[in-house]
């Protein structure tokens, strides 16, 4: 799992996922503020609309692998 860039004031992009994959965004205290669908290897994730501070993002591939990666939005 790639993202980039990070830390971000936008937007991150995530590389290397499995096409058909789910993805949650949590903040610190775990509760979901953003999910969704990855339908290739590469997708891009509005952070505009979130205030700053660190997040986690949890990628969960069709084999039902979950990854999970630091992100940090100033």
């Not at 936008?10 to 903040?27: C, E, P, Q």
């Not at 610190?28 to 205030?51: A, H, R």
Request: aromatic share 6%.
């Amino acid at each position: 799992l790639d993202v980039f860039p990070n830390p971000t004031a936008n937007a991150i992009t995530v590389n290397d996922v499995d096409a058909y994959s789910d993805y949650t965004l949590t903040d610190i205290s775990g509760k979901v503020v953003l999910s969704g669908l990855i339908n290739g290897s590469t997708l891009q994730i509005s952070l505009e609309n979130l205030p700053a501070g660190m997040y986690f993002l949890n990628v969960r591939g069709e084999n039902q692998v979950s990854v999970s990666q630091r992100v940090v939005k100033n």
